[in-house]
């Protein structure tokens, strides 16, 4: 098992001048901007080919099996062939949306997060190798509106590689109760 994760930091930038007072509007460029971005990439080695696990992937109406069950996962919509399906995932402490963009069998699934606390990207990468799997699913957030001030406080790709570890641990027992 391999757990990588890339940066917690936030990265505070001020534009234009701050000033105490009397607030007066400002134009886009002269407000202050707050970024917090989360950047984390979790892998697990399967002992199955990237095309046994790719239609695993893509089955998002599935996911109850093999996700922990704290997490509640709903697809919105399903278009023929996967690309642009919406899926509604459901935490303890969040909920969003993320929509299919880009689907390269049996290789790469890319989605982006739509709604809630972040705007980023989530992508599975498959990479066959030892004779098995490397599957990574890694995320490229920003935090969005209010929660780019607080979500700095928490360990985020923490929680989320945490998560990730689940998810594999469950898709390793769903793989498994598939072997006759």
């Known amino acids: 098992m391999e757990v990588r994760v890339f940066s917690t930091a936030p990265n505070l930038s001020l534009q234009g001048p701050v000033t105490t007072g009397p607030s ?32 695993i992937l893509l089955a998002f109406d599935r996911y109850a099996a093999w996700w922990p069950e704290d997490v509640g996962v709903r697809v919105l919509t399903e278009p023929p062939f996967g690309l642009g399906t919406v899926v509604e995932i459901a935490t303890s402490g969040n909920a969003f949306q993320c929509t299919v963009e880009a689907i390269e069998a049996p290789l790469r699934v890319a ?4 709604s809630g606390l972040h705007d980023g990207t989530g992508v599975w990468s498959l990479e066959q190798q030892n004779g098995g799997t490397e599957i990574t699913f890694a995320v490229d957030l920003r935090a969005r509106g209010l929660a780019a001030m607080f979500l700095p406080l928490f360990d985020v790709a ?16 769903h793989l498994a109760a598939a072997v006759p």
């Not at 989605?111 to 739509?114: P, V």
């Not at 989320?160 to 469950?170: A, P």
């Open 158 to 173: 923490g929680i989320h590689s945490r998560l990730m570890q689940k998810v594999f641990d469950g898709l390793e027992r």
């Open 111 to 114: 989605m982006r997060y739509d």
């Open 24 to 55: 007066q509007p400002r134009t886009q460029e002269e407000r202050p901007a707050v970024l917090s971005r989360t950047q984390a990439s979790n892998c697990r080695w399967f002992p199955v080919s990237p095309e046994s696990l790719f239609p």
